[in-house]
């Protein structure tokens, strides 16, 4: 029995081995823009969720046996889902707009095992800095928010920009614990059962 992360985040991956988990890293194919479009105007956790669905259900035939995680973030931030960026220019507009403010990070999780699925998304609020110019211009040219949902990482660079988190930290940084805590006692299974040996 293994947990198999349907992600190629490398933060993702980083929470589970610290967590004193091995994952199989087995990224999704899936066409979140496609996803995103069919399901506009649903709730924005129902679309965080179903793109997190999307990418577990990609992989399930690969790995019955096995825990397979599905994950998808967004930040909401004026009633709009807002997603990676992709070009420093639009990284550096995101941080413009956000800046100073608070916003919500909607982090959606499916799992399936042998026992059935879960699902569940996690809300976090993050409140922005009031960064200056040069250094959104740095952060945005440094490449490191570009293929983050919200323009931004908690456990580098990014960090100096957030004031302060409510809510799950893990989850803000891709991959809840305490959920998947949750989803594998669902299955009957024990977190310890997953550690990788010393």
């Not at 899936?30 to 105007?41: L, N, P, S």
């Not at 957030?162 to 594998?184: E, F, M, N």
Request: aromatic share 8%; hydrophobic share 40%.
């Amino acid at each position: 029995m293994r947990i198999v992360l349907a992600s190629a985040s490398p933060s993702r991956k980083m929470i589970l081995e610290n967590a004193g988990i091995n994952p199989v890293i087995s990224p999704a194919d899936v066409d979140e823009d496609a996803i995103a479009v069919q399901m506009a105007g649903a709730e924005p956790a129902d679309i965080v969720a179903a793109l997190a669905q999307a990418k577990a259900q990609s992989q399930a035939t690969r790995f019955p046996d096995d825990v397979l995680i599905g994950c998808d973030s967004m930040l909401l931030l004026d009633g709009v889902l807002q997603g990676k960026p992709h070009t420093v220019e639009k990284a550096i507009a995101r941080w413009h707009a956000q800046r100073g403010r608070t916003a919500e990070l909607l982090t959606g999780h499916y799992l399936i095992s042998p026992h059935g699925t879960y699902s569940e998304t996690i809300r976090t609020e993050i409140r922005f800095a009031d960064v200056s110019d040069r250094d959104i211009s740095a952060y945005a040219h440094s490449g490191e928010p570009l293929e983050c949902a919200g323009a931004f990482t908690l456990e580098a660079l990014g960090g100096w920009f957030i004031d302060s988190i409510s809510g799950d930290q893990t989850s803000v940084i891709g991959l809840s614990l305490p959920l998947l805590r949750r989803a594998l006692y669902s299955f009957g299974y024990d977190v310890s059962e997953f550690w990788s040996p010393h």
